[in-house]
């Protein structure tokens, strides 16, 4: 066991003074990884902020089922008693005709003397109809309409349909966005590690015909990469947590704090994480598959 620890305090060694001997090189790959996660952890809060918006839109949505004139109190509890047995509803609420006509008064403001004119009250009494998920609200549409005491159930179908169209968009396009980039940000750090390990083939060389093994010259570079990740990786946390809580700030100023936004904490540490553990991972595989190819002597 002991023999383990110092075997690995030396390979970490190796790293360390790797680090300080090609202080230019390692300055410029810390830069580039660092540039990469923060380009890609922007990209995925920008995503993920999308994604919550449309699913705060989404559960917004209210159907409106407008009751016909004339019906007993007993026919008003029986559409009640319907809605409240159906699958995924959240809350009910009965607005009758005044109720109906004082809130469209207050919508309307200072135009509301347009319905002084009106003889009696046209406006029908609905139940207001919030559901859990928004595809239950067009099942339940459906089937209210069929009712012989409903006039119609709404839940502005056109707008909605396009809403859901666009919230299908944004995760589908976001999730391929993602994969994209963190392809790409794979690809650019596996190549800066590879320049890396390039300028310090001869000395792999070297080992290798002195009889080094195999492991022995590995772990340094492999340390030293994932070294590389895990302080490109810090960077790029901290500067997504800046840049984020500054967003945010910036949005508040400017009087679009009504915006749903996901909170700082613990989401952009929850990002940072991954982050750290997305630059750890390729920083080591980088590294691993650069120094085999020179392993070949």
């Known amino acids: 066991m002991k023999m383990k620890i110092r075997t690995f305090a030396y390979f970490l060694g190796e790293a360390f003074k790797s680090f300080r001997r090609n202080s230019l090189m ?83 403001g200072e135009q509301s003397y347009l319905l002084d004119s009106l003889n009696g009250n046209p406006l029908p009494s609905s139940f207001a109809v919030v559901f859990e998920t928004p595809g239950a609200v067009r099942q339940a549409a459906g089937i209210l309409e069929q009712d012989s005491a409903v006039e119609t159930a709404q839940y502005g179908q056109d707008t909605i349909e396009q809403l859901f169209e666009v919230t299908r968009f944004i995760r589908i396009g976001g999730t391929v966005l993602i994969l994209f980039l963190a392809f790409a940000t794979l690809f650019i750090i596996s190549n800066t590690i590879r320049m890396t390990v390039f300028a310090r083939r001869r000395e792999i060389q070297i080992m290798k015909y002195v009889g080094a093994t195999n492991g022995f010259i590995r772990w340094p570079f492999l340390l030293e990469g994932m070294m590389l990740g895990l302080t490109g990786s810090v960077l790029a946390g901290a500067c997504l947590w800046q840049m984020y809580r500054w967003g945010l700030a910036q949005l508040v100023n400017h009087g679009l704090a009504f915006l749903p936004m996901i909170p700082t904490y613990p989401f952009i540490l929850q990002v940072a994480l991954a982050l750290l553990g997305i630059g750890i991972c390729i920083g080591g595989l980088g590294s691993a598959i650069s120094v085999r190819k020179y392993m070949k002597v």
């Open 26 to 108: 390692t300055l410029a790959s810390i830069a580039t990884v660092t540039l990469s996660l923060f380009i890609l952890g922007m990209f995925l809060t920008t995503v993920l902020n999308l994604t919550h918006m449309a699913s705060y839109l989404e559960n917004q949505v209210e159907l409106s089922v407008y009751l016909k004139d004339g019906l007993t109190t007993q026919q008003v509890s029986d559409v009640e008693r319907k809605i409240r047995g159906m699958q995924e509803v959240k809350t009910v609420t009965f607005i009758n005709k005044d109720q109906a006509l004082r809130d469209f008064k207050e919508r309307l």
